[in-house]
């Protein structure tokens, strides 16, 4: 069993390593990878293959792929962004009143 004190150094370890440069480059390319795979199952909904077999399923990812790429080209063309900010009530109330 871990006493507090170790799970207080060990996590004063992780927060110094997190400052570290190569984490965040590391932990970029890692949210990058993680927003595409979100962005392809809640999108696509990659989750469950739709077709049985290897030849029909890959078809099937790769379709999806190219909808995603033409997705963001859309966006990317039209200056929209892709990322969904979470905003509460009120503020996507003053949001609203300020434009």
């Known amino acids: 069993m ?8 060990a996590i004063r370890a992780a927060r110094a390593q997190q400052r570290d440069g ?3 480059r ?5 949210a990058g990878v993680e927003g595409t795979i979100r962005q392809a199952t809640h999108t696509t909904g990659l989750r469950r293959a739709r077709y049985r077999g290897l030849a029909k399923t890959h078809l099937d990812h ?3 792929a190219a ?5 963001r080209l859309n966006a990317w063309w039209n200056g929209h962004p892709l990322d969904r900010v979470n905003h509460s009530h009120l503020a996507r109330l003053q949001l609203r009143l300020a434009a």
Do not use: H, K, M
Request: charged residues 20%; negative net charge.
């Open 2 to 9: 871990t006493t507090p004190r170790e799970l207080t150094e």
């Open 22 to 24: 190569t984490w965040q």
């Open 67 to 71: 909808a995603l790429n033409l997705i």
């Open 26 to 30: 590391d932990y970029a390319l890692r």
């Open 62 to 64: 790769t379709t999806s």
